[in-house]
Nanobody, 120 residues
Framework: QVQLVESGGGSVQPGGSLRLSCAAS????????MGWYRQAPGKERELVAR??????NYADSVKGRFTISRDNAKKTGYLQMNRLKSEDTAVYYC???????????????WGQGTQVTVSS
């Protein structure tokens, strides 16, 4: 019913920047929340940043370097990543809580993931 498609991953040197995008399509009435998670090899998936109508929250490790935003008209979320570090290397996943009809509860969806590699 809903697809989340990420783009913008790649390889960058330490100190560099990348911008991830997450485009939602399908049967969407409202996107209640969008978030970015990441999973490094051998580690659990962790929340990086999340945005709702009430505001944003970030993992301590990315505060001041990453910025999450969304364009409701385009049904697209973004993660601007600046001053990247080697420890930011991971697969980044888009997550969204989406309701399909008015007054319905939101359902959770995941993107396929995009690789971010920070290395010199």
């Amino acid at each position: 019913q809903v697809q989340l498609v990420e783009s913008g991953g790649g390889s960058v040197q330490p100190g560099g920047s990348l911008r991830l995008s997450c485009a939602a399509s399908g049967r969407i009435f409202n996107i209640d929340a969008m978030g970015w998670y990441r999973q490094a090899p051998g580690k659990e998936r962790e929340l990086v940043a999340r945005i709702t109508s009430g505001g944003t929250n970030y993992a301590d490790s990315v505060k001041g370097r990453f910025t999450i935003s969304r364009d409701n008209a385009k049904k697209t979320g973004y993660l601007q990543m600046n001053r990247l570090k080697s420890e930011d290397t991971a697969v980044y996943y888009c997550n969204a809580a989406i309701s399909h009809i008015p007054f319905d509860r939101p359902y959770e969806y995941w993107g396929q993931g995009t690789q971010v590699t920070v290395s010199s």
